[in-house]
């Protein structure tokens, strides 16, 4: 741990939104760097991940918390410069990545200290940037939500995307066998290497009637969603008795019908949550979770971020386009 002096600028390069829309609407800016609360950390940001509420804010589509940054950006990589509280368990020049309450698309950013993690041995700034949304969103829901366990069979959807991959990864690592969906074969190829034993294209197959055909007709214990709409009646006819679908984004609409009374036959639970209205010390459990629980495989390099491409800052337009384009498989990333 080191305590070093660091010199900080008043202003500091960002990217903000000029007016909801396409994503020539994010625009380089100088902005006062940000002010520190009790128990926070202020820093200086080497990689900021790129991900899909980055997109739904830029849109207009995503009402940002009345204490959050208007600026973009939930996940970062970098060095802590300053400090304000007591006790806190990160110093000054301390490596770390963070979950940020927006604000990530900039040269400085204030995080609560307990949502900061240590960079795990054997990882670089840029693949930390990959962790803190991701992985939290993932761990989170699939694992703390979905209470997915050792020998029980899970279905990823979206399994090329930066979630999805990292789904894949952290259900394999604890034993789960892992089905998913992707767009292309060419994704599907992609995601069986990196542990899934069966990706299905949803364009050209009925994902619903694929797994019932590789599970016997018992279907999975644990679904992660992302598209919802049309998708929730599919994934209940593929979903195992005592199943339980956890939804995390609504891609595909927001409504469809359900037959209530299979999911009483079958004891099904559907549930859902958005990360970043919860509380901080809820965000701050989430952390500790993580790191108790999966830090020795990240370390151990079993589980890696897949990178598709990086951007610097100033080309965030470039970076929201190709999230939008869909074509990747894994995580954009920015450096700063």
């Known amino acids: 741990m080191s305590n ?13 939104i000029k007016e909801f829309g396409a994503p020539e609407n994010l625009h380089l800016c100088f902005r006062s760097v940000p002010n520190l609360s009790d128990n926070q950390v202020l820093i200086k940001v080497s990689f900021a991940g790129v991900n899909r509420p980055d997109l739904l804010q830029r849109q ?21 410069v300053d400090t304000k509280g ?24 204030a995080v609560d200290v307990g949502h900061c993690m240590p960079i795990p041995n054997n990882y670089s700034l840029r693949e930390a940037a990959c962790i803190p949304e991701t992985f939290i969103t993932v761990w989170s829901n699939l694992f703390i939500r979905g209470k997915l366990s050792k020998n029980e069979k899970v279905l990823i959807h ?7 991959t990292t789904a894949i990864q952290l259900a394999k690592q604890f034993g789960s066998t892992v089905y998913a969906t992707a767009g292309s074969d060419e994704k599907c190829n992609a995601v069986e290497k990196i542990g899934a034993s069966k990706c299905i294209n949803y364009k050209s197959m009925k994902f619903e009637d694929e797994i019932n055909q590789l599970t016997n007709s018992e279907g999975v214990d644990v679904i992660l969603d992302m598209v919802a709409g049309s998708y929730i009646p599919r994934n209940l006819k593929c ?3 005592d199943g339980r679908l956890v939804i ?16 009483m036959i079958k004891r099904q639970t559907i549930s859902g949550s958005t990360l970043r209205p919860q509380s901080s010390s809820k965000k701050s459990e989430y952390v500790e979770s993580l790191i108790k629980n999966t830090w020795q495989y990240l370390e ?20 929201h386009k190709a999230l939008e384009k869909g074509d990747h498989v894994g995580k954009f990333i920015m450096k700063v």
């Open 4 to 16: 070093k002096i660091f010199t900080i600028p008043e202003q500091m390069q960002a990217i903000e």
């Open 60 to 80: 207009g589509n995503y009402k940002v918390p009345d204490t959050a940054s208007d600026l973009p950006g939930l996940e970062v990589s970098g060095i802590i």
């Open 86 to 109: 007591s006790n806190l368990k990160f110093n000054r020049g301390d490596k770390v990545c963070a979950l940020c309450h927006g604000g990530g698309y900039a040269e400085y950013v």
């Open 158 to 164: 979206g399994g090329a995307s930066g979630i999805g």
């Open 239 to 241: 979903l195992n008795f």
């Open 248 to 263: 995390i984004a609504v891609q595909g609409g927001i409504k469809d019908e359900v037959n209530f009374a299979n999911i």
């Open 300 to 319: 151990s390099g079993k589980i890696k971020p897949i990178i598709e491409k990086e951007f610097k800052l100033m080309d965030a337009v470039n970076a």
